[in-house]
């Protein structure tokens, strides 16, 4: 088990970017999966972005591919999400995920660990 915690969030125009970065502690960082995603009022919580424990293979999903990059720093415990070319329709909350092991989830429900989230509004 990994304990997460997410930082970076903000308010910015769009157009503009904004960098999230997830820090773990707990359990071996470099043996679980990331993921984010995003939570916006009355709405389900999406997937957004994943990496495998290397770092070498990331995932998107179609609604944020060629904005968004995923990356890892397995020596400092912390995954971040590089956000370009922010829209409104971007505004959510956003969290980071943990799954142990070698397979990337892309849905919420497979990921066991999870952080409290941090608030990212694009205003227009």
């Known amino acids: 088990q990994v304990q997460l915690v997410e930082s970076g969030g903000g308010l910015v125009q769009a157009g503009g970017s904004l960098r999230l970065a997830c820090a773990a502690s707990?359990?071996?960082?470099?043996?679980?999966?990331m993921g984010w995603f995003r939570q916006a009022p009355g709405k389900e919580r999406d997937f957004v972005a994943a990496?495998?424990?290397?770092?070498?293979?990331?995932y998107y999903a179609d609604s944020v591919k060629g904005r968004f990059t995923i990356s890892r720093d397995n020596a400092k415990n912390t995954v971040y999400l590089q956000m370009n070319s922010l829209r409104p329709e971007d505004t959510a909350v956003y969290y980071c995920?943990?799954?142990?092991?070698?397979?990337?989830?892309?849905?919420?429900?497979?990921?066991?660990?999870w952080g409290q989230g941090t608030q990212v509004t694009v205003s227009s």
């Open positions: 990496i495998n424990w290397t770092g070498r293979n990331t």
């Open positions: 707990g359990d071996t960082f470099s043996s679980y999966a």
């Open positions: 995920a943990a799954e142990l092991g070698t397979k990337v989830p892309v849905r919420a429900i497979e990921y066991d660990d």
